[in-house]
């Protein structure tokens, strides 16, 4: 006879109980700390808001992953919870149960609700369950103001209910409830609007911040200082800034974006990507870095010489891991700055993204050498750029010797193009049958994948769906 699933009980459990919500309510405080898992999924699902409200003052875990199990998020549940909240909070001393500490309104922790309900009876991670023992030692901490965590995406004009009714109750409880949030998203946001809901937050919670706006300089130098208070962020993106010609006359606005960066004691990663946002000011932006970055992108900008030389100078990028220039011209480049920056990253880059540079053969023949000398390296990209057939299978051949490459996108060689700079299928298969034939000559096992596109003089920003050339 087959013996029934003990966590399924649980659920049919929770489910009987919740056929009469007074009953339930009042039956809290002797129910088992694994039905209330259950317990509160059902009553989430069924919209017992009562049952809820009860439910957060006994919650017998440090944290409620509410946000794992909102697809989208629900205002009428939210009420509910943060009624029981305010319940909670204007007790002087916690219900001697109640372990409650962090509200987590983040599209996360649906394991936390797998393991409890049953769906993974056999496979609750040890790491997991070691989580819940942290959180229960945690208890015995100092009380301590409520966190609560969200994920702060704005990329409308106005604020959705659901985020207006959450602020809005943090700024009426400051004193006793902490708005967290680990990553920052700015899309498109009145920067009025930005400066308002980031008041209410606890910005040195903010681990990630991309801000995709289109922003003049001034615009962005008003935000700079509260970047500068986010001095745990780890991962900074920066998009789609404007530079008016009288702002390029003018540095302050360059000096109070840059100076921040003298805050950020934990950034690690680091994309730019702004017209002539950086031109001829890079050295400010690198001076003001306090520690070495993991990844760094400078993409579709315009650097001058200095800049690339700063940046071949900077003692912060010599452990890089990641580096994408993509987007910059290096055609008018002196020649030795390129190779310079690689050799400076050689021994720790693992991913070089070298897409639309305008990198033809001369160029490219000065970075062999240096590229030969990257060992860790995993991934190259060469994309966009215009090589013949001839500096292709030297490439091949100085990079031959690198243990880890797997992954390297090239363009289809000139070979393949008419003079009218038009595909030729019949071309392009005789370079891939000569590309094989070197991959055979050197005799170790690749991939190699050839994009025909985008094309520096037709202007297309996308590419084909590249075709490997396998060597096993």
Known sequence: MKTSNPLRLLDLAGMSLLRDEASTITALK????????????????????????????????????????????????????????????????????????VLDLRNTSQDFWRMWSGYRVHGCSSSLMAQVAEDRSRTKQPRAPLEVFIELHLKERTLDG???????????RKASVHLCCKKLRVLSFPMENIMKVLSMVQLDCIQEVQGNCP????????FAPLLGQMNKVQRLLLSHIHVSALERQEQQHVVQITSQFLRLHHLRDLHVESHSFLEGCLDQMLRCLTT????????????????????????????LKGLDLSGITLTYSSPELLPVLLEKVAATLQELYLEQCGIMDSHLETILQPLSHCSQLMFF????????????????????????????????????????????????????????????????????????????????????????????
């Not at 009714?165 to 943090?170: A, D, E």
């Not at 922003?215 to 008003?222: D, E, N, P, Q, R």
């Open 292 to 319: 070495p970055l993991d990844n760094l992108a400078i993409t579709h900008c315009l650097l001058s010489d200095s800049d690339l030389s700063h940046l071949s100078q900077c003692p912060n990028i010599s452990q």
């Open 30 to 101: 002797d129910l088992p700390t694994e039905l209330f898992p259950p317990v509160f999924m059902e009553a989430f699902y069924g919209r017992y808001s009562e049952t809820l409200k009860a439910m957060v003052q006994a919650w017998p875990f440090v944290r409620l992953p509410l946000g794992g199990l909102m697809k989208v998020p629900h205002l009428g549940t939210l009420q509910a919870v943060l009624a029981g909240l305010d319940i909670l909070l204007a007790q002087k001393d916690h219900p001697r149960r109640c372990k409650l500490r």
């Open 381 to 472: 990209s060469l994309r966009g750029n215009l090589i013949s057939m001839a500096v292709m299978e030297k490439l091949l051949r100085h990079t031959s010797g690198l243990p880890s490459l797997s992954q390297e996108l090239y363009p289809v060689p000139q070979e393949s193009y008419s003079s009218q700079r038009i595909l030729q299928p019949g071309r392009l298969a005789q370079c891939r049958a000569e590309l094989f034939e070197v991959l055979r000559v050197l005799g170790h096992p690749r991939i190699i994948w050839i994009s025909s596109s985008p094309c520096l003089h037709c202007g297309d920003n996308t590419f084909s769906h590249p075709q490997p050339i396998i060597y096993r």
């Open 162 to 172: 659901f985020l207006t009714y959450l602020i809005r109750w943090v700024e009426q």
């Open 215 to 222: 922003w003049h300089l001034s615009t962005l130098a008003v």
